[in-house]
């Protein structure tokens, strides 16, 4: 099994977090996601959970949409060897 690092502000306190290298980024930041990806080389899995809540869905697309593309942006810079990207769901809202 690889390398695991996790992207967030602030390392995470989750079970197995400790064989996690933690990289602190704000992926709304895009010249900063890319810099904080500087020494990725070898990522070939993605497993993205980014996700910002708004009051309506029309204000919750346009972070959520920037933080993946910042991320897409920050590996491909690094031409990493990227095969999967896997996007968990996301509860629905409850109406």
Known sequence: MGDHHGCA????????ASRTHHI????MDHEGTIKAFASLDK????VFAAYVEKPTMAETVEP??????NTLDGLAAR?????????????????
């Not at 602190?24 to 992926?27: G, T």
């Not at 959520?64 to 593309?69: E, G, I, Q």
């Not at 031409?79 to 109406?95: D, E, F, G, K």
């Open 9 to 16: 502000p602030t390392p995470a306190r989750l079970p197995g």
């Open 24 to 27: 602190s980024v704000d992926l």
């Open 43 to 46: 990522v070939t899995d993605l």
């Open 64 to 69: 959520n949409a920037r933080m993946l593309k």
């Open 79 to 95: 031409n990493v060897p990227l095969q999967r990207i896997i996007l968990p769901a996301v509860p629905s809202r409850t109406v």
